[in-house]
């Protein structure tokens, strides 16, 4: 089975030819949307972009959050033309062996070593080899052309966890219960019922007085289901009721359910609290080394628009209708 909307990760929003290809190089036959100096972008390749955009993804916007999705485009296009310019400044050429490594690790991650079924993902992105090629080839330009302007910033372990006493609501875990069960099996007209739950209390005695509860499981040849750890607030009323008066290590009364007579045990009650900064101490500082590089990357954009030709004329962009674009 191909998999949907393989080329939307990793890849740079950038235009497809039309972000690379100078106004010099084609006769401008509609209104240019953006210009940065020589490069152009018209209105209905950016219509086709966001089109494209919005057909590989698994649940498209809309409304304003459609304007909303198609503005940040707009913006995030205007920015990677700039770093194109600069790339080509600076004569920054990527390896071709790395561009191989991308594309080979795209389709390893996305099951499509199968040539057939790495074309007909394409086909279903509107992409042939080549443009996807352009677009890493561009994405790789475009990296490297803001990481030789951004300084590496450490950022020490006190600023991490200053960080994560500010945002410390975002690793609140909830309070939970971890829960085992055990289903002893009746007769589907439910004749033994009785004498199988009798059964049942009886090898919850001994368990209780000291007996071994696998052992007991065993003999009695049922399995005990390990069911986790469950939020408190994910379980349904009658079970959190059920569950109130047990503590720690104790048996529900035994339940008769389609599957058989049922049995809980309440392993541990795990109380509410928060993920340990050691925890999490890697994702915040990747979180934040990535806001240091955009930052610094913004800036350095800022700077280039005062030195470039930007124009973008916005109030030439079509309206929008549902899904998509209107005429």
């Known amino acids: 089975m191909i998999k949907r909307n393989v080329f ?24 240019i949307l953006i210009r940065v100096n020589d490069r152009i972008v018209t209105v209905s390749e950016f219509d086709e972009r966001l089109e494209q955009e919005l057909r590989q993804l698994p649940d ?62 394409l086909e279903e992105s509107g992409m042939t080899e080549e443009s996807l090629r352009d677009r890493y080839r561009k994405s790789f330009m475009i990296q490297r052309a803001a990481q030789g302007e951004v300084r590496p910033t450490e950022i020490t372990q006190e600023e991490l966890k200053a960080i994560y006493e500010l945002e410390k609501e975002n690793y609140a875990v909830p309070a939970k219960v971890e829960l085992q069960q055990m289903i002893f099996p009746v007769a ?8 199988v739950g009798g059964r ?33 607030q994910d379980l349904r009323p009658e079970l959190v009721e059920m569950l109130d008066p047990l503590g720690d290590g104790d048996f529900s009364d035994p339940a008769v359910t389609a599957g058989g007579i049922q ?12 993920r340990p900064f050691e925890e999490v101490e890697g994702a915040i500082r ?14 350095f954009i800022e700077r280039l628009k005062e030195n470039y030709l930007v124009e973008v004329h916005t109030e030439r962009l079509r309206g929008l209708a549902g899904g998509g674009l209107d005429g």
């Open 8 to 31: 939307v990760v990793a890849m740079s929003l950038i235009m497809v030819g039309a972000a690379g290809v100078s106004s010099a190089d084609r006769e401008v036959l509609e209104a």
């Open 60 to 121: 498209p916007p809309q409304a304003e959050a459609l304007v909303i999705y198609r503005d940040d485009l707009l913006e995030n296009l205007v920015n990677e033309m700039i770093l194109m310019e600069r790339a080509e400044e600076k004569n920054i050429v990527p390896d071709e062996a790395a561009l191989d490594d991308a594309i080979a690790g795209l389709r390893e991650e996305n099951s499509l070593q199968d040539d057939e079924l790495f074309e007909a993902a």
């Open 188 to 195: 589907a007209d439910g004749s033994n019922a009785e004498a």
């Open 200 to 232: 049942v209390l009886a090898m919850l005695e001994r368990v209780d007085g000291g007996a071994d509860l696998q052992a007991e499981a065993t003999l009695a040849g049922v399995e005990i289901q390990e069911l986790g750890a469950i939020p408190v």
């Open 263 to 274: 049995v809980l045990r309440l392993v541990k009650r795990i109380p509410a609290g928060y």
């Open 286 to 299: 990747r979180a934040e080394t990535e806001k240091v590089f955009y930052d610094q990357r913004s800036g």
